[in-house]
């Protein structure tokens, strides 16, 4: 071969390697994250790349739409009837319209005092099939707060119990079942005791046996909130009374730091029917624990004033209201649905002329809103930032998978794992190799389950949200 075309060929690998380079390496300009609406604007400044970015107001701007996200909003009671041989459930009130379940578990085929005989073990075919009812709402994607009790068929019966030793054990009994399932389990409720495991009315429910079954929640359960009635038994777990919680802060290395509470008396009256005894004093208490608890129950007494729309907001806010039967009560859920939201209650316009009960849906648990970001790419790595307002009444209460979803000009899809999301802004740093023009999702999810994002979080804006990936897209970028 010739001089001249040795050196030839030399310059066209030269080329080939420096094309190659300036695809992968040099870096992009910020692309501003927002859904695609056929824009072809370019990004600004000196880099390659461009990103489209639609008018702010038909994007950034929350959405009113209901959003079934993980983990919150109204509810469905279901009731699991278990028996020696096996249990029973109504599979079909599990529907596509309802995330969230309350699962009422009716053990009391397994105490004297109902079956006449002797307080039993559950038996292996009871345990498969309360497993059998988490497997099925995980393979729906669908969330339940967790109830044993020994009123049967939750009718409203007292002194039903079995022993307390009974009791203890069946609650190690199921323990392992229900760590099996934490992306599925919003919460364990501790209830056992009185009518529908509210835990009042029967004689074994004192304060001291309270604190024993709620003991052995915490110590059998790993990473699951564990919800008990009322506050005082909170106080009587830690060693302490209400004298001492002004200021108090549960240790993130204690047990108690996933101890909250459920409240089956809300707004029903100035104590929600006992709940409290000094109602401010130990809302601000609780308040705190709440920001990484869930915390709900049922409103009932349809004649109190504390559930109307413009006096119930501020305490939902503060507390951190993620739950709520939307059975019981049915006249105050019937109030809601016929009173509006106006600016005697806040100053969400957005919301103005809405129902009650549509404003309290949308803002139960954590409600996240993209307002801003950035994307850009450099050296084989895609940098990701978010500017994501949570304007619900709580809080994320689970930490989320993160991965970045990529989307080509032909259809192609390239992932990126991107760490864990613990609510706030998002800030991510990828490794990743691409070239071209792509779609970008993020995609904020619970678990992996056959082959595909589980309990995945929806933002709340409008035209975001891709059910095929369950992730929310965020911007469009190119790269030369």
Not at 232 to 239: A, E, K, P, R, V
Not at 409 to 435: M, W
Not at 460 to 478: M, V
Request: negative net charge.
């Amino acid at each position: 071969m010739s001089d001249k075309k040795v050196l030839g060929f030399m310059a066209i690998i030269i080329a080939a390697i420096v094309a190659l380079l300036c695809a992968v390496l040099i870096p992009m300009n910020c692309a501003s994250l927002a859904p695609d609406n056929g824009s072809s604007d370019g990004g600004t400044g000196g880099g390659t790349g461009s990103g489209s970015t639609p008018p702010a107001e038909n994007v950034r701007n929350e959405s009113t739409a209901q959003i079934n996200n993980p983990d919150q909003g109204f509810y469905h009671p279901i009731l699991v009837r278990v028996k020696e041989d096996g249990i029973s459930y109504a599979q079909y009130v599990v529907t596509d319209s309802t995330q969230l379940y309350h699962l009422r578990i009716d053990i009391s085929a397994f105490s004297a005092a109902v079956n006449g005989s002797a307080d039993k073990e559950l038996t292996a075919s009871a345990l498969e099939g309360i497993e059998g009812v988490l497997q099925y709402l995980r393979s729906r994607g669908k969330n339940a707060v967790v109830r044993f009790a020994y009123d049967p068929n939750y009718g409203g019966a007292s002194n039903k119990e079995p022993s307390m030793k009974m009791m203890l054990r069946h609650i190690g009994q199921v323990c392992p079942i229900l760590n099996k399932y934490p992306a599925t389990i919003t919460a364990v409720e501790v209830g056992l005791l009185g009518p529908w495991g509210e835990m009042h009315s029967s004689a074994v429910a004192t304060l001291e046996n309270k604190v024993a079954l709620t003991s052995k929640y915490l110590d059998n359960t790993d990473d699951l909130a564990i919800l008990v009635r009322t506050p005082n038994i909170i106080y009587s777990y830690l060693g302490i009374t209400v004298n001492d919680i002004d200021g108090y802060v549960v240790p993130e290395s204690s047990p108690a730091y996933r101890l909250g509470m459920y409240n089956d008396g809300y707004l029903g009256s100035n104590t929600d029917l006992g709940t409290y005894t000094d109602r401010e004093r130990e809302i601000d208490f609780m308040s705190v624990q709440n920001e990484r608890l869930p915390y709900g129950g049922e409103v009932v007494t349809p004649d109190s004033s504390l559930h109307d729309i413009d006096k119930c907001l501020p305490e939902m806010f503060e507390m951190g209201l993620s739950y709520l039967n939307v059975e019981w009560n049915n006249l105050v859920i019937d109030k809601w649905k016929a009173s509006y939201y106006t600016s005697a209650c806040g100053d969400d316009g957005l919301y103005y002329g809405s129902t009650a009960f549509d404003y309290i849906q949308n803002h139960m648990g954590y409600r996240l809103v993209l307002t801003d970001g950035t994307l850009s790419y450099s050296n084989g790595e895609i940098s990701v930032s978010l500017k994501i307002d949570n304007v619900g009444f709580g809080n994320l209460t689970k930490s989320k998978l993160v991965k970045l979803i990529f989307e080509d000009e032909e259809g192609g899809v390239t992932e990126a794992d991107a760490g864990v999301y613990f609510g706030g802004n998002v800030e991510i740093k990828s490794a990743c190799v691409l070239s071209g023009e792509y779609k970008v999702y993020l995609c904020l999810y619970g678990e992996e389950y056959a082959g595909k994002p589980n309990y995945a979080v929806q933002l709340a804006n409008n035209d975001i949200w891709n059910d095929d990936y369950k992730a929310n897209f965020i911007g469009s970028i190119k790269i030369n």
